[in-house]
């Protein structure tokens, strides 16, 4: 449910200054300049210490933050990307359409929802990500008819935060308006890291910014996944990582049910591919079937929560999906599988077809480690398999002495009844 909260019942986590003198806060002396870098590098220095990291688009407005941002020690761990899609032509191809109106409520909260679903698949392992979206117009170097104003969002996995400010026009030139909607960045990303913040700012009172808060309950996520909306949903129930890892070590299926196999399995990877986080994979979305219910998703989840597994929830049931959601990752296969994603068949019987994709997912870092499998009653490794050449190194064999599944999820849903 999306809640409004225009006006003065707002409580600000921040201080306004106003000097008695001007009625707005100006920073003419260079005291003043080292006062104001002084808490600008305190947020900073908090938002690169929460473990968050953000994607970022701007439009029309608070280039200062980003300065801000990336000056600070430690920006490389909490900024994945920014992006400033100022013409048209940059918009529409960021969005995917073309906005009603660049400078809307609904185009921020469209840039940091798509900015978020490129954050997911950047992320590193285990860290929690937002998107950020901020669209302005601000004071040019023409008189404006319309007003001076900016809206800025931030998306989480469970939540949806915008702000609105109308700023009284003739107050500031553009670089104090700029000022202005950095700081409101600068806010946004401090309270979706859960950073506590003074921001300080110089908005006058007819300028009381509009709020708006959505949060989605676990329902609202699945399905936003099972929609397509958002790309993945995580769900981290192992212990906290003692390390930090390079990229994803993932085990796909259906898990219906998980079993002793498939632990074992990913612990054998995990002890092949000690630089990847160990994750189960379920693709809500299956190619030939309808999408998997959320009280099934959340059934099978709840077999990764009693066995302190991590597990993703993604929407899509195809590879060379998959690769481009989770790039550079490590994905355990059966034998099958990988008879299955070298077969021309399944590319519609061309060869230089299936040959393209899976370079494309090469091309990404993307490597296959491969567990025996029985193949039509034939228990069969990597090596039994004949994988193209440009393809080979992209294969890692687990070797059988150290694992071998002959447990059916099949086979233990007949004998459960299932």
């Not at 490389?76 to 809307?104: C, D, H, I, N």
């Not at 185009?107 to 590193?124: C, I, Y």
């Not at 609202?220 to 790309?231: A, K, N, R, T, Y």
């Not at 990913?266 to 994750?279: F, I, N, R, T, Y």
């Amino acid at each position: 449910m999306r809640c409004a909260h225009p006006g003065a019942s707002i409580q600000y986590s921040w201080e306004t200054k106003i000097p008695p003198s001007s009625g707005r806060t100006v920073f003419p002396g260079r005291t003043d300049r080292i006062v104001m870098e002084t808490w600008v590098r305190a947020v900073v220095e908090a938002i690169h210490s929460s473990r968050a990291q953000a994607v970022i688009y701007l439009a029309g407005g608070a280039s200062q933050a980003l300065g801000w941002l990336l000056s600070v020690p430690g920006a490389s761990g909490s900024v994945l990307e920014v992006v400033v899609p100022y013409s048209r032509a940059s918009m529409v191809q960021l969005l995917g359409k073309l906005p009603l109106q660049f400078t809307t409520k609904q185009t921020a909260e469209d840039m940091a929802l798509v900015a978020f679903n490129r954050a997911l698949k950047l992320s590193g392992p285990g860290l929690q990500v937002m998107g950020v979206g901020f669209t302005g117009s601000l004071a040019s170097s023409r008189p404006k008819q319309g007003d001076h104003r900016f809206f800025v969002s931030t998306r989480t996995q469970n939540c949806l935060r915008t702000s609105h400010v109308t700023l009284s026009k003739g107050l500031r030139n553009r670089e104090e308006e700029d000022t202005v909607s950095s700081y409101f960045v600068l806010k946004a990303i401090a309270d979706a890291c859960r950073v506590s913040a003074t921001i300080q700012t110089d908005l006058q009172e007819p300028e009381i910014p509009k709020e708006s808060v959505e949060q989605f309950d676990e329902d609202q996520e699945l399905q936003q996944v099972i929609d397509g909306q958002v790309c993945m949903k995580v769900y981290h129930f192992s212990d906290p990582a003692e390390k930090n890892f390079d990229r994803k070590l993932i085990l796909p299926g259906s898990f219906n049910p998980l079993h002793d196999g498939h632990l074992r399995l990913l612990e054998v990877a995990s002890s092949m591919c000690d630089d990847g986080l160990p994750c189960f994979e379920i693709s809500a979305i299956n190619a030939d079937k309808p999408p998997l219910s959320i009280a099934e998703i959340k059934r099978r989840v709840e077999q990764f929560r009693k066995a302190g597994k991590n597990v993703i929830i993604s929407n899509q049931p195809y590879f060379y999906k998959k690769a481009e959601l989770f790039p550079g990752s490590a994905f355990i296969i059966g034998a099958d599988t990988a008879a299955r994603l070298v077969n021309p068949k399944y590319y519609g019987g061309d060869f230089n077809r299936m040959l393209e994709i899976l370079l494309e997912c090469k091309n990404t870092g993307t490597t296959f480690l491969v567990g025996g499998r029985e193949i039509e009653g034939v228990f069969k490794v990597l090596e039994d398999l004949d994988i193209p050449r440009e393809l080979k190194d992209m294969f890692i064999s687990i070797p059988e002495e150290k694992f071998r599944m002959d447990i059916s999820s099949t086979e233990l849903r007949k004998s459960q009844g299932l």
